[in-house]
């Protein structure tokens, strides 16, 4: 019987040096206040040391350029490099260029593949995944935009938003409706679209909860994009016509486990942060550490968060045995369970740290304010948990009377037994 918790002695050589140089060189520059070209010059060759160690670009496999490493370690690399929201660019992981590299690599042509993925996999251009509209968002099959096969050339009209990352991209993967007479799951496409393309008007970066003021990010926004009669060549479709929904949930499959393994590292750097805190906070005649209220939070912290760990290290091993669409309970599952304790953690961290918690004096407003998205982006926690109830359900029949019901069990059992039962009579 195969069970075992344990990392190979080779594999936690290199996370180990992952988390010493993500905290010894990448955590360091969060303080700073740089532009982008200072950063680039900064990060250039803490990239190169990356690549050294073989860590560069890790989600693919070893002929596309990547690490070949599988979910289950990619998921114990996360959680290091979630730790710091400058880390998986610098090790060429970065969301969403990881995913669209993900995506090409399943359904991209050879050419889309030297022609995108493979500048993307380099870290020479920067890409954008634009499929939600603010007319839809969670329910995909209320898509609107339309592309059209006009001779040799798509055609793309719509309005998208949250395109993150749209303003810094060299291209756009596009989500749009190419047969609207079918299902929008049969019905639906993607399209690469270059940023340049004429009819490709990005109108603005959104203000959110975690970039109240736009403009000056070293990582792209959320913008809300327009596509008026923007015209592709029909080779930039990724697959076949109708592929989209199949290409996404691969896509948003593995992206999920990353995503949910780097909410670890930020839970796990705000416990640290509510732990050191108690240990040595003095107040109302003892530390923290020693009230019992205290001590509820990091227990409570430490299960949680050992329990989303737990379920997305096992969703990892499910999809690297059966594959992204037969994993879709854990996967979903991981996304609402992960994106509430890492809410509910970094909130008892600022929590214990009273007023020093609410101030920009620590990172954890911040981290705070990134951490309310999780519940939204990658489709919001309520679809995810639809999705678990689902299918569990389909595994339960309707019944008249409950299957514990215990007079009816009764009378069954002394059915089943009634022998034993007459013998036990006459006996006495
Ligand atoms: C930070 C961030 C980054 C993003 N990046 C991208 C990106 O790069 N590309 C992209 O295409 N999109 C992106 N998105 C958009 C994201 O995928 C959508 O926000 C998400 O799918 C939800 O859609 P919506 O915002 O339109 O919410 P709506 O569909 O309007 O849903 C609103 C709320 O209704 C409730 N709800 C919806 N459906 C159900 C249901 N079936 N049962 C019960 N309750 C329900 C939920 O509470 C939900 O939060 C991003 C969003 C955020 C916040």
């Known amino acids: 019987m195969a069970w075992d918790f344990s990392t190979e002695p080779e594999f936690e050589t290199k996370l180990a040096w992952m988390r010493q140089f993500v905290r010894d060189e990448i955590i360091p520059l969060e303080t700073l206040d740089v532009d982008r070209e200072t950063y680039t010059r900064i990060t250039a060759p803490l990239k190169e040391q990356v690549k050294e160690q073989g860590l560069w670009a890790a989600h693919l496999p070893p002929e596309l350029g990547g690490g070949g490493f599988g979910q289950v370690k990619l998921g114990l690399m996360h959680e290091i490099l979630g730790q710091c929201r400058y880390a998986p660019g610098i090790f060429g992981n970065q969301a969403p260029d990881s995913g669209n590299a993900e995506l090409l690599a399943i359904g991209g042509s050879p050419e889309q593949k030297e022609r995108w993925m493979f500048p993307l996999l380099r870290g020479e251009i920067r890409s954008c995944f634009s499929m939600t509209e603010p007319g839809a968002g969670a329910d995909p099959t209320l898509l609107s935009t339309r592309a059209v096969l006009d001779g040799d050339d798509y055609v793309i009209n719509g309005h998208k ?176 369970w992960g994106a509430k304790v890492l809410h509910d953690v970094i909130d008892r961290a600022i929590q214990v740290h009273g007023s020093l918690g609410f101030s920009g004096d620590l990172p954890l407003e911040e981290m705070y304010r990134a951490a309310r998205a999780a519940r939204i982006y990658d489709g919001p926690d309520e679809v995810h948990k639809a999705t678990v109830a689902r299918r569990i359900l389909r595994g339960y029949e309707a019944r008249e009377v409950p299957t514990e019901h215990v007079p009816t069990r009764t009378a069954a059992a002394h059915e089943k037994f009634a022998g034993y039962l007459e013998a036990a009579t006459a006996n006495l």
């Open 161 to 336: 938003w949250f395109s993150s990352n749209a303003s810094h991209a060299d291209f756009l993967i596009v989500m749009a409706v190419t047969d609207p007479d079918v299902s929008a799951y049969q019905g639906s496409s993607m399209i690469i679209v270059p940023v340049d393309t004429p009819g490709v008007d990005i109108v603005r970066d959104i203000p959110v909860l975690d970039h109240p003021t736009v403009g000056g990010q070293l990582y792209g926004g959320h913008a809300e994009i327009l596509y008026t009669d923007v015209r592709v060549p029909k080779e930039n479709l990724v697959g076949n016509p109708g592929d989209g929904f199949r290409l996404a949930q691969q896509r948003l499959g593995p992206g999920r486990i990353h995503h949910a393994m780097r909410w670890l590292g930020q839970s796990r750097r705000a416990f640290d942060m509510l732990c050191e805190r108690a240990v040595s906070r003095y107040t109302h005649g003892s530390v923290l550490a020693d009230k019992q209220m205290i001590q509820d939070m990091v227990a409570l912290s430490a299960a949680e968060m050992q329990a989303a760990r737990l379920l997305t290290l096992h969703a990892a091993w499910t999809m690297d045995q059966v594959g992204a669409s037969n994993s879709r309970v854990e996967i979903a599952m991981i996304k609402y």
